[in-house]
């Protein structure tokens, strides 16, 4: 695998004897010892890491939603900093997962696109890597997942039980998780039938009973570091949510959008389909309060047991808002200025809020345009928990950012998403400001675009033509960043035309 300028520095400044109170923060090159105060750190560092399924960089009031509020999920960015530009992983769901997990942009993670496996599940992620979780274990942490996993079918080397879970509670599959009332549920390698979904009932609400068991775990390892990873499935594609919840907001955000889908009968129903929705404005607000609310729970739980200073919080989104089940971005602004949805690669599919809180440590109401991206998150908090990475990754630890100290950046970042008939791309990030996309159409890609996205984040001029050299540096990165897949399905020289 290549190595960027990047790399050598992070495996310099995860170098093994890190301990708790002497974090060794990588800054330019250069390995530079900071010592954390008591005051700034405890001997451990609990994390709880929120991942939200197709949010939008504006879905929430304190990223410039209007239409609705988000309150607890802002007062964690009132508690602690907020980024304004953190890129996701890729455009799409399981890619992006693989870059979290694995601390490699999609030039180089396992996982490249959504790859369905039949009956149920993904593509498996291998042994080959090296997880965040696995990381984590070496330093006695506890890890539980808790929602959409699709990385690897049930049993597979891919299972999240065989890379790094001590505990699963959830969706498997991403193709059973488009559903807010599933037949059946996954608690660790069990297979779990929900009978009061039998049929065409609706009685437990998947989002909900996952909860219970994410506050559960936080609660069982409250004497011990733990890190809990929440991948909800809110809101992604099907509209659904508990009548409560609809109350709340039915006949406000009018017009409202009727969405006709799969509903009993259908072949798909609750496999995979999107039940239809007469009111998918208010579901859709109703869905994000309802994820707001068990996010303040899970902040009240660490609170209630004493754990708050020791316990880092992040929330983000695994990419841009998506289109299908009814749902409305434009109507709700989901991007606010920025260009594309879900499986682009301009900057709507792939820019998402996120947002950390750790009183005691981070300062509280900041706002950082640090760049930073998915694969950032396994040495972050690798360096946090004091553990060694000993692969080869692409990241860079953004906790200087988090704790006030001087912060490496990233020479460039890169994406691609190659997939037949889906908008297939490539793109690179060149010193956190110029954006080149390039796509692949017809067997071949097309002229590379440049834009200038610190002053033209909607990415509407096209600057190529006036500034060939960095046409031919974007050129280079691409080069440099990308590797063929081993799954050859995953090969833009082998991708069928569109």
């Given at each position: 695998m290549k190595t960027t300028k990047n790399k050598l520095s992070i495996l310099r400044s995860l170098m093994a004897g890190i301990v708790a109170t002497g974090l060794f923060i990588a800054c330019k090159g250069e390995t530079k010892k900071t010592t954390l105060t008591k005051t700034e750190t405890t001997v451990y560092t609990n994390i709880i890491y929120i991942l939200a399924d197709d949010l939008g960089y504006a879905d929430l009031s304190c990223y410039g939603q209007t239409k609705f509020k988000t309150p607890h999920i802002d007062a964690l960015a009132s508690n602690g900093i907020r980024f304004t530009?953190?890129?996701s992983g890729s455009t799409v769901c399981a890619p992006s997962r693989s870059a979290l997990m694995t601390g490699l942009h999609t030039g180089h993670t396992p996982i490249r696109g959504n790859k369905e496996v039949r009956p149920e599940g993904q593509h498996p992620i291998g042994d080959e890597v090296t997880t965040l979780a696995e990381i984590l274990k070496t330093k006695g942490y506890a890890t539980g997942a808790f929602g959409k996993w699709g990385l690897g079918y049930p049993g597979s080397e891919g299972d999240p039980m065989n890379q790094g879970f001590d505990r699963f509670y959830g969706y498997n599959c991403q193709r059973i998780g488009h559903n807010y009332y599933p037949y059946h549920m996954w608690d660790n390698d069990t297979k779990v039938m929900l009978p009061k979904n039998e049929g065409d009932k609706e009685g437990s609400y998947g989002p909900n009973l996952i909860h219970e068991q994410t506050l559960k775990f936080i609660e069982d390892n409250k004497d011990r570091p733990f890190f809990a990873y929440v991948p909800s499935i809110i809101p992604h594609a099907e509209l659904k949510v508990p009548e409560a919840y609809l109350a709340k907001y039915r006949g406000k955000l009018e017009p409202e959008k009727h969405y006709k889908g799969c509903d009993a009968g259908c072949k798909h129903y609750k496999t995979g389909g999107y039940g239809s929705q007469p009111e998918s404005h208010a579901t859709f607000a109703a869905m994000i309060h309802l994820l707001d609310e068990q996010v303040g729970e899970i902040v009240a739980k660490v609170k209630e047991l004493g754990l708050e200073k020791n316990t880092l919080i992040i929330f983000t989104s695994d990419n841009g808002p998506h289109l299908e089940g009814g749902a409305d971005p434009d109507y709700f602004d989901s991007n606010g200025p920025l260009k594309g949805y879900k499986r682009d690669l301009y900057e709507g599919g792939i820019r998402v809020p996120m947002i950390a809180s750790w009183p005691g440590t981070i300062t509280p109401a900041q706002t950082t345009d640090h760049v930073?991206?998915?694969?950032?998150?396994?040495?972050?908090?690798?360096?946090?928990?004091?553990?060694?990475?000993?692969?080869?990754?692409?990241?860079?630890?953004?906790?200087?950012?988090l704790i006030g100290r001087e912060q490496s950046q990233h020479d460039y970042l890169y994406w691609e998403f190659p997939v037949k008939n889906a908008k297939a791309a490539q793109a690179v990030l060149i010193d956190g400001k110029w954006k080149a996309i390039r796509k692949f159409k017809?067997?071949?890609?097309?002229?590379?675009?440049?834009?200038?996205?610190?002053?033209?984040?909607?990415?509407?001029?096209?600057?190529?033509?006036?500034?060939?050299?960095?046409?031919?540096?974007?050129?280079?990165?691409?080069?440099?960043?990308?590797?063929?897949?081993?799954?050859?399905?995953?090969?833009?020289?082998?991708?069928?035309?569109?």
């Open positions: 530009q953190h890129y930073s991206a998915f694969w950032d998150v396994l040495p972050t908090l690798a360096e946090l928990s004091g553990a060694t990475v000993t692969d080869t990754v692409d990241g860079i630890s953004f906790l200087p950012t017809n067997g071949a890609f097309t002229p590379l675009e440049i834009y200038d996205i610190s002053t033209d984040i909607g990415e509407n001029i096209d600057l190529a033509e006036s500034q060939p050299e960095l046409v031919s540096k974007a050129l280079d990165l691409i080069e440099e960043a990308h590797e063929d897949s081993k799954e050859p399905m995953w090969n833009f020289n082998l991708l069928q035309s569109e």
